[in-house]
């Protein structure tokens, strides 16, 4: 199998995935049932898309911004159109290939503002963790109050070949690094200055000054991504009554659904329906929510990631 067939699978299995999903969900509606989640989208009250996409903006210019907390102890103080732009960068990279929008950022402030890659990278993944943090806080709260629930639901759920999985890598992992530890090969030693370069990147987040500012920007970033999926409930009258846990249970849904496909293609939607199924919100309504939620996201990013591809270069122009 050479490279570049390798390379195609990898940005091709998502978007089949997903297109598969689309295809096999459609096929379980009957045309009534289509033609009902037809009319949501022609009657739906776009007042509150809009109000969504404001949340989502304000999340975006949040993210660029904390990002200079990151980068300060390591001595770069980036400009922040160019950091925001680089952020709705990386959001469109993420629809085409899954996570290559965080090496595209770190690619793009290295050449606009001589951030050195594998330092630009190591921040973006210290960023991740925080995110994983606040997720897990969001998937904690979601589990309290909704317990029983979600214990039905994953009833039948075998963790054990995943557990098994995950430590046979976590093995792999402590071998290889012992191993390149001790090597001196020339190859090995360019890996391990990259991987310095990573690692100081990822530590920047426990030298910063301004660690209450960098906490407050987290959990406002993930509120404006509540938001964002509260204000769309609003569209339709069936899921303008949804209880906050409903809301939350939907959200993480739509949270994994956008990790697993190519910003959320095909999965967002059936993801989203099937979680909302359990609040008595009908397949058709369901879907017909979901499908706007990821619609207006995923046209915000296409939208302002686009403009910003184009303008980078001109705001850059004279430096």
């Known amino acids: 199998m050479n490279k570049k067939f390798k390379k195609s699978l990898f940005i091709l299995l998502p978007i089949l995935f997903g297109a598969f999903l689309i295809w096999y969900y459609l096929n379980k509606f009957t045309p009534k049932e289509l033609n009902k989640i037809i009319y949501d989208l022609k009657h739906a009250n776009y007042y509150w898309i809009f109000l969504s996409l404001f949340f989502g903006i304000l999340s975006h210019i949040s993210r660029a911004y904390r990002w200079h907390f990151m980068l300060e102890p390591l001595g770069f103080k980036p400009r922040l159109g160019n950091s925001i732009m680089a952020v709705l960068i990386a959001y469109l990279l993420n629809l085409a290939i899954p996570r290559s929008g965080e090496i595209g950022r770190a690619a793009t402030m290295a050449k606009y503002e001589n951030i050195p890659f ?6 973006i993944v210290a960023e991740r963790i925080a995110d994983i943090i606040m997720l897990l806080i969001i998937l904690g709260i979601v589990f309290f109050l909704q317990a029983n629930l979600i214990l039905e639901y994953f009833s039948n759920t075998n963790p054990t070949t995943k557990i098994i999985i995950l430590l046979i890598i976590v093995l792999l992992f402590f071998i290889g690094f012992k191993l390149l530890k001790k090597s001196t090969h020339k190859i090995v030693l360019k890996i391990k200055i990259f991987f310095n370069g990573l690692i100081e990147g990822v530590t920047s ?6 660690k209450g ?3 407050f920007h987290t959990v406002f970033i993930w509120l404006m991504y509540i938001l964002m ?5 609003f569209t339709i009258p069936e899921t303008s009554k949804l209880s906050f846990e409903a809301i939350l249970v939907g959200f993480i849904a739509g949270a994994i659904a956008m990790s697993i496909t190519n910003g959320g293609f095909g999965a967002y939607p059936v993801f989203v329906f099937k979680a909302l199924l359990l609040y008595g919100i009908n397949k058709e309504s369901g879907t017909s929510f979901g499908l706007l939620m990821w619609s207006s996201q995923t046209i915000m990013v296409l939208l302002f990631g686009g403009l910003s591809f184009l303008f980078l270069p001109i705001y850059n122009r004279k430096k």
């Open 118 to 123: 594998e330092k630009g990278l190591g921040t």
């Open 205 to 210: 987040i426990f030298k910063m000054k301004k």
């Open 213 to 215: 500012a960098f906490v």
């Open 229 to 233: 999926f509260w204000a769309v409930t």
